[in-house]
């Protein structure tokens, strides 16, 4: 398959935000990666939508480890963006978006998936369901990041009170706004995940004059403003403090 159709909107998709949540920009960039191995085997002579790669392989060539592909391909698999059946991986929904050619082959022979076989010589995966232990920390640890985006902004209401544009409603665009300051954020001294890196950030921005109004436009900071990742990054490394009034 030479190529497949990629909806420019997909990253918004709610099982992709699951994984983005989990997962950030490593998880997103993986399953996008899976996908594109597969496609490159598909042919008219192989229409089982297989991923010939294991777990160790795909690592290697990602700079992951195999621990952490093979979890976070459990997290496609539980999630319905990948297939499973015993120890093989593979993606149905892709016969769907083949290129023209490919589409012309699945229609003709249909799809033949790898069912019921036995395990192939480089099976993706290991297992396919999480053990117990796995599970329930996935689920403490998606509970706590789901809280943190309320939390983030009731702490912003309670800093700026009467001073600023109270958050009203936490929507899917500041969900998302707020996971991508988090991950861009990953790696540095400011760890964004944590409720009292935010709020450190806003007592900083309210001792700041400029951005709280003192400015010949009368203009103030805001919260969509401060959770753009590129504001953001401006705001940690202190260029707003002595900007020109």
């Known amino acids: 398959m030479k190529w497949f159709k990629h909806d420019t909107d997909a990253n918004m998709d709610a099982k992709l935000q699951e994984v983005m949540l989990d997962y950030g920009l490593e998880g997103y960039g993986l399953y996008w990666y899976c996908i594109e191995l597969i496609a490159q085997r598909v042919n008219g002579d192989n229409l089982t939508f297989e991923l010939e790669h294991d777990c160790r392989i795909i690592a290697r060539n990602t700079g992951s480890t ?41 229609r003709r022979k249909g799809v033949k998936p790898v069912i019921n076989q036995e395990v192939g010589v480089c099976p993706s995966l290991s297992v396919f369901v999480p053990l117990e232990e796995e599970e329930e920390e996935r689920k403490r640890s998606k509970k706590n990041i789901s809280n943190i985006h309320q939390q983030i902004a009731d702490s912003w209401n309670e800093v700026f009170k009467d001073e600023l544009s109270a958050v009203s409603k936490v929507t899917q665009k500041r969900i998302t706004a707020i996971n991508g300051c988090i991950n861009e954020m990953k790696g540095t001294v400011h760890d964004f995940s944590k409720l009292e890196t935010w709020t450190n950030l806003f007592l900083y921005v309210k001792s700041i004059p400029f951005l709280m ?33």
Not at 68 to 94: T, Y
Not at 100 to 106: C, R
Not at 232 to 237: A, D, N, W, Y
């Open 66 to 106: 195999p621990q952490k592909v093979e979890q976070m391909m459990k997290s496609f698999i539980k999630l319905g963006l990948l297939d499973a059946d015993n120890g093989h991986v593979f993606c149905l929904k892709l016969a769907s978006r083949c290129d023209d050619f490919t589409a012309k082959a699945v």
């Open 213 to 245: 109004g003192g400015n010949d436009r009368g203009w103030t900071i805001s919260f969509d403003f401060i959770t753009t990742k590129s504001k953001l990054i401006k705001l940690v490394e202190g260029e707003y403090e002595y900007a020109v009034k």
